[in-house]
């Protein structure tokens, strides 16, 4: 069973940032990407950044690159998100995803960013 922990959501101000934290638990598996999904109220849940097996990135929302940074530390089996310059667009439901090189999905429990003033 493998299990994903995301923290440090919470509410922030416009143009503050954050740093989210997905940790890994469980059964060894071979990990193919690693990714942040958000999921806006009365919206689908949409891919915001991936890290693969081999370290490359992926941002495919245009709307957070050079915002965001996605990164990873192997030795603590945990990855992270950085977000920059945040903008109340910003705000919805984060979550933390881990596709196995079986083919598995696992996902977190989700964790809220609020951009307000």
């Known amino acids: 069973q493998v299990q994903l922990v995301e923290s440090g959501g919470g509410l922030v101000q416009p143009g503050g940032s954050l740093r989210l934290s997905c940790a890994v638990s469980?059964?060894?598996?071979?990990?193919?990407?690693m990714g942040w999904y958000r999921q806006a109220p009365g919206k689908q849940r949409d891919l915001v950044a991936q890290i693969f097996y081999d370290g490359s990135t992926n941002y495919p929302d245009s709307a957070v690159k050079g915002r965001f940074t996605i990164s990873r530390d192997n030795a603590k089996n945990t990855m992270y998100l950085q977000m920059n310059s945040l903008k109340p667009e910003d705000t919805a439901v984060y979550y933390c995803?881990?596709?196995?090189?079986?083919?598995?999905?696992?996902w977190g429990e989700g964790t809220l960013v609020t951009v307000s003033s």
């Open positions: 469980g059964n060894s598996f071979s990990i193919y990407y």
């Open positions: 995803k881990l596709r196995a090189q079986n083919f598995e999905n696992y």
